[in-house]
């Protein structure tokens, strides 16, 4: 992730200046994302709304657990490579659940988990065929929400793309992205 879309960097300081005008208590984040498969070359650029539902269960030790439904859209493309063209983006959009674990009082650090379909506008991204323009994501990740209500939310994630066998082939592919949110 050495560089980022500048819409990423735009859009993330568009969401900070919301700052001052949230509520006390959030029901959901407005996030922008970044990351990149190593071992395939691909880029990923998201944008996602995500929405608390019911309410905390409450865990021992200070912690609870929050559920999530997030939906997101976002292009998928080809790293070039020296001495070759990029291919042309794919486009996604998608629909999650999340699990998030979470400080029992006030902002902190965050687990969370999750998965669900995505639809692309493609079944391949340049050379990296993914046998389906179904597929489902599933994720793990860290974060921790700042500021005063914890408003601002940054995490890092690590997922998991492909058609569950729906299709074939299923290579699947496995991003690493970088998540700034602010909370509404």
Same mark, same amino acid.
């Given at each position: 992730?050495?560089?980022?879309?500048? #819409?990423? !960097? !735009?859009?993330?300081?568009? *969401? *900070?200046?919301?700052?001052?005008?949230?509520?006390?208590?959030?029901?959901?984040?407005?996030?922008?994302?970044?990351?990149?498969?190593?071992?395939?070359?691909?880029?990923?650029?998201?944008?996602?709304?995500?929405?608390?539902?019911?309410?905390?269960?409450? *865990?021992?030790? +200070?912690?609870?657990?929050?559920?999530?439904?997030?939906?997101?859209?976002?292009?998928?493309?080809?790293?070039?490579?020296?001495?070759?063209?990029?291919? #042309?983006?794919?486009?996604?959009?998608?629909?999650?659940?999340?699990?998030?674990?979470?400080?029992?009082? +006030?902002?902190?650090? /965050?687990?969370?988990?999750?998965?669900?379909?995505?639809?692309?506008?493609?079944?391949?991204?340049?050379?990296?065929?993914? +046998?389906?323009?179904?597929? /489902?994501?599933?994720?793990? +990740?860290?974060?921790?929400?700042?500021?005063?209500?914890?408003?601002?939310? *940054?995490?890092?994630?690590?997922?998991?793309?492909?058609? #569950?066998?729906?299709?074939?082939?299923?290579?699947? !592919?496995? /991003?690493?992205?970088?998540?700034?949110?602010?909370? /509404?």
């Amino acid at each position: 992730m050495a560089r980022v879309a500048p #819409a990423c !960097i !735009i859009g993330g300081i568009g *969401l *900070l200046t919301l700052l001052p005008l949230l509520p006390a208590a959030a029901a959901g984040t407005a996030a922008v994302e970044a990351g990149r498969s190593w071992a395939d070359e691909v880029a990923v650029r998201r944008v996602s709304l995500a929405r608390y539902w019911g309410g905390a269960w409450a *865990l021992g030790a +200070g912690w609870r657990v929050r559920p999530l439904w997030a939906l997101s859209a976002g292009r998928l493309r080809p790293m070039a490579r020296v001495g070759t063209a990029k291919s #042309a983006a794919v486009y996604q959009a998608g629909l999650r659940l999340l699990v998030r674990l979470l400080a029992a009082r +006030g902002p902190g650090p /965050f687990l969370e988990a999750g998965t669900g379909p995505v639809y692309l506008t493609d079944d391949a991204v340049g050379d990296h065929k993914l +046998g389906s323009r179904l597929q /489902f994501r599933s994720h793990a +990740g860290v974060g921790v929400l700042l500021g005063p209500g914890g408003h601002l939310e *940054l995490a890092y994630a690590y997922s998991h793309t492909s058609n #569950a066998h729906l299709g074939w082939p299923n290579p699947g !592919i496995n /991003f690493h992205t970088l998540r700034l949110g602010v909370a /509404f």
